[in-house]
């Protein structure tokens, strides 16, 4: 965040997802974006296909899932941090922002989503599901989705940049950068 040079009178920040399961301290990352929610409440949180599977675990609809990606790192560094006198392991301000995470931010230019779109389908008839999870059927499209389409999800070792779309998940669970992107002049921030 320090990188980059952010002016929040007049920026929009949005966050694509994924922001719990691949690491030891899922806690600490979501407190940070509620904390930052409370100071520029205008901040976009997009939902991740880990969300989801969070989601999916807590209403009990696929415990398994989410245990398979990492959700047993996310529930041990929950358990670390839970206070005296709280039923749950994830606190009700956490779990109030991943009830509002949304699946879409749309602006004149750009469509911002974590996954990917289905080609052919208007974004308002768009599968929730396939916004958070969909890879080969949106990477290898050439449709023109009327906007270029931001995304995350699928990684690549440097930002995937085409006439009608930008990927930014540069790895950094498996030890490569961390990557956003500044727009509309597509200038990309790393560490």
């Known amino acids: 965040m320090d990188k980059i040079p952010i002016d929040m009178s007049r920026d929009t920040l949005v966050f ?13 990352v979501v407190q940070h974006l509620v904390n930052l929610q409370e100071l520029f409440p ?18 009990g609809s696929d415990r398994l899932t989410f245990l398979m990606n990492g959700g047993r790192l996310t529930l041990e560094d929950y358990l670390n941090h839970v206070s005296a006198g709280e039923n749950e392991p994830i606190p009700a301000a956490h779990r109030g922002f991943f009830n509002r995470l949304r699946t879409s931010y749309e602006t004149e230019e750009f469509i911002f989503v974590h996954a990917g779109l289905r080609p052919k389908v208007p974004l308002e008839k768009q599968s929730p599901k396939d916004m958070v999870w969909i890879r080969q059927k949106f990477i290898y499209s050439d449709y023109d989705f009327g906007k270029r389409v931001v995304f995350g999800h699928t990684p690549f070792n440097e930002p995937f940049v085409k006439p009608n779309k930008i990927g930014i998940d540069t790895g950094a669970v498996y030890g490569n950068q961390l990557t ?10 790393s560490v």
């Open 42 to 59: 205008d901040i976009i949180f997009l939902k991740g296909n880990h969300e989801d599977m969070l989601q999916k675990y807590l209403s």
């Open 180 to 189: 956003c992107v500044k727009l509309p002049q597509v200038e990309f921030y």
């Open 16 to 28: 694509i997802g994924d922001y719990i399961d691949r690491g030891p301290r899922s806690f600490d």
